[in-house]
């Protein structure tokens, strides 16, 4: 009601991931992203609030000229104007004519590279040169929970890439891990300093600092902390842009320099996604069955293989349980289904799973 937009009843969820990383997204643009283990290490926050479905990543737009702001996606701004959510095998999209600006947000993972891309593709129809900014906001959590983990967070900018870098050195299993966040578009300024970005009184609906020019450049210690990427840039009629933001962990500053390389690379950028599409299509049609019920085929033919390896084998996360543990019993059991369509992987999971059973 009011300005809020209609939203289904219950949060309506892709879980998108390879074997290194994956994340959450829901139609209104909330979730989180974890490296390795879901439960263990989430590198942003997991919600189990199916009302409220809060975000713990946003991105923002403004228009320099006018000081408007508003989202790619339906919420934590909220608008009236419609947007179209596709959920895929390996993307999700967001499509949206906002302010004059026809845009399009996918979000996805390579098939191995342990990042998360979220692709934000702007158009101006008009006849007028358009003056913008697209941030990028992340609340760090490199553990379980924010609430054990944010006071033992430390926070640089790489003076190599610029990139905003994050590690916490107490965390059991991934110490030695970076997280990382950054954009392929230069100017840019950054923060890590959580109570800039949002303000005293401000929310994710109203941060404080989408009302300044741009971000401090703080990094270290000693605040509550979080990943603001901020990227300022024009755009001239008729002209068409991609803003890539990126997030990730690697186990070393080398391969977070190369995966930022890597990705900052349009060309490059096009083939991964290429890659995915190509990798989920050959996966989930080597099996095909038909029927007369269309909606039967529709789930067997794709979204119920889909999940059985995107959510119950290198997610193990979702909504109501994000245990990311391994199970002998229900992931021997789900890994049946691929006996087909990959037996490589349904062998590698039984013995991973023999390994452990003693």
């Known amino acids: 009601s009011g300005r809020y937009p209609s939203l ?3 949060p309506w969820i892709n879980v998108i991931a390879n074997p290194n990383l994956g994340f959450l997204v829901s139609e209104t643009g909330a979730g989180f992203t974890w490296a390795g283990n879901s439960q263990t290490n989430r590198l942003t926050a997991w919600s189990n609030d199916p009302v409220i479905d809060p975000p713990s990543e946003v991105i923002y737009l403004r228009d320099e000229s006018t000081d408007q702001c508003w989202c790619p996606t339906p919420l934590p701004i909220p608008s009236q104007e419609p947007t179209l959510v596709t959920h ?17 947000l996918t979000l996805f993972v390579p098939t191995e590279s342990p990042v998360k891309l979220l692709r934000l593709r702007l158009h101006n129809p008009g006849d007028q040169p358009r003056r913008l900014s697209a941030t990028y906001y992340a609340e760090w959590v490199l553990g379980a929970s924010r609430e054990t983990t944010s006071t033992h967070l430390i926070t640089e900018i790489d003076p190599d890439t610029g990139a905003l870098i994050a590690r916490n050195p107490f965390r059991q299993d991934y110490d030695d891990r970076l997280a990382f966040a950054d954009v392929n578009l230069r100017p840019r300024t950054v923060t890590a300093d959580r109570g800039e970005f949002l303000g005293r009184h401000g929310s994710l609906a109203s941060p404080a600092a989408l009302s300044r020019v741009g971000l401090s450049g703080r990094a270290g210690t000693g605040f509550d902390p979080c990943a603001a990427i901020q990227a300022t840039f024009s755009l001239d009629p008729g002209e068409t842009k991609d803003v ?3 997030m990730g962990e690697a186990e070393s500053l080398d391969r977070v320099r190369a995966l930022i390389d890597q990705f900052r690379d349009p060309g ?6 290429e890659d995915v599409g190509r990798s989920w299509s050959t996966l989930l049609q080597t099996v095909q069955v038909h029927t007369p019920d269309r909606s039967f085929d529709l789930l067997l033919n794709g979204w119920l293989l889909y999940q059985v390896l995107a959510c119950r084998l290198w997610a193990r996360s979702a909504f109501y349980q994000s245990g990311g543990a391994f199970g002998f019993r229900d992931q021997l059991q789900d890994v049946m289904a691929l006996l087909h369509a990959d037996p490589g992987i349904a062998r590698d999971q039984i013995l991973l799973a023999a390994s452990r059973q003693f």
């Open 244 to 246: 890539v933001f990126m």
């Open 88 to 104: 895929a095998f390996g993307f999700s999209v967001f499509h949206r004519n906002s302010h004059g600006l026809p845009h399009e």
């Open 268 to 273: 490059r950028l096009t083939r991964t996604m």
């Open 8 to 10: 289904p009843p219950a």
